[in-house]
């Protein structure tokens, strides 16, 4: 695996490739000197979290033979105040799970994601406390 970066203006803006080619940009926040043209670091995290966890909630959902309609994940997160760098201190994810889906076979899903799965949450967790929740909206 690898991504390649390159500048696109003075400051912090940043463009990443993978090698399928496909793109992402970056930039600092606009009390650094940023710009606000793309998302931040730290937000990516949070958006990698929620994308590799997802990944894994529907594939097992998938083998559960769950109709799940759609899934909307939502992650908020607390950083450290008053330290270099500001970690993440606690991150809170929730999945709103739409379809005709069996309670005991979601919690087991977003569970086993969360805890054994997801390689992302896995590495966040060594420095911040991660909570999730889930709801299941039918129809």
């Given at each position: 695996?690898?991504?390649?970066?390159?500048r696109?203006?003075?400051?912090?803006?940043?463009?990443?490739?993978?090698?399928?080619?496909?793109?992402?940009?970056?930039?600092?926040?606009?009390?650094?000197?940023?710009?606000?043209?793309?998302?931040?670091?730290?937000?990516?995290?949070?958006?990698?979290?929620?994308?590799?966890?997802?990944?894994?909630?529907?594939?097992?959902?998938?083998?559960?033979?769950?109709?799940?309609?759609?899934?909307?994940?939502?992650?908020?997160?607390?950083?450290?105040?008053g330290?270099?760098?500001?970690?993440?201190?606690?991150?809170?994810?929730?999945?709103?799970?739409?379809?005709?889906?069996?309670?005991?076979?979601?919690?087991?899903?977003?569970?086993?994601?969360?805890?054994?799965?997801?390689?992302?949450?896995?590495?966040?967790?060594?420095?911040?406390?991660?909570?999730w929740?889930?709801?299941?909206?039918?129809?």
């Open positions: 695996m690898e991504i390649k970066l390159k696109i203006d003075e400051n912090y803006l940043m463009e990443a490739t993978n090698d399928s080619g496909n793109t992402v940009r970056t930039d600092g926040s606009p009390a650094i000197g940023g710009s606000n043209q793309a998302m931040r670091p730290m937000q990516l995290l949070l958006a990698a979290i929620g994308s590799c966890s997802s990944i894994d909630i529907i594939s097992l959902l998938r083998k559960q033979r769950q109709e799940l309609d759609d899934i909307q994940i939502t992650v908020k997160a607390d950083r450290e105040e330290k270099v760098p500001s970690l993440f201190s606690k991150i809170y994810v929730h999945y709103d799970l739409y379809g005709d889906i069996d309670e005991k076979k979601a919690k087991r899903a977003v569970d086993i994601s969360m805890e054994k799965y997801c390689s992302v949450a896995l590495i966040l967790r060594e420095s911040a406390e991660i909570v929740s889930y709801e299941i909206k039918k129809g």
